[in-house]
């Protein structure tokens, strides 16, 4: 077992905060972009046999993107909810303090990176 670290100091918590929010806004914004692109797709009316294949297709990724962005948009949200409970900055898997490195890399990291390794290298 690793040893236990000092918690993240508040002066690094509120800058760890700021990201978070800048993050989600940024996030907030391209999720609304990419919904407003889909809604114009949806919304026109079909040509040609190629026409609408492209369509789909330009279809298909923006709705993959949106996904992906939703979901660092949960998990944004969540690591705010963490800093407002205290819990943030600490390893939902192992309970040992996320190294301030990959915080920063990362703010909206759950786990440590022995325990993230790990998770990702199962079948």
Do not use: K, W
């Not at 508040?10 to 692109?37: C, M, N």
């Not at 660092?72 to 900055?89: C, P, S, V």
């Amino acid at each position: 077992m690793r040893e236990r670290r000092e918690p993240v100091n508040p002066a690094v918590l509120e800058d760890l905060r700021r990201r978070l929010q800048e993050a989600r806004g940024r996030l907030l914004a391209v999720v609304t972009r990419t919904e407003e692109e889909l809604a114009t797709l949806e919304a026109h009316q079909p040509g040609g046999p190629m026409e609408d294949v492209d369509r789909e297709s330009v279809t298909g990724v923006l709705s993959r993107l949106d996904g992906r962005e939703r979901h660092e948009l949960d998990e944004i949200y969540a690591a705010q909810a963490r800093l407002e409970t205290g819990t943030f900055g600490v390893c939902e898997r192992c309970g040992q303090p996320i190294e301030l490195a990959r915080l920063r890399a990362i703010p909206a990291t759950r786990h440590c990176l022995a325990c993230q390794s790990r998770l990702e290298a199962r079948p």
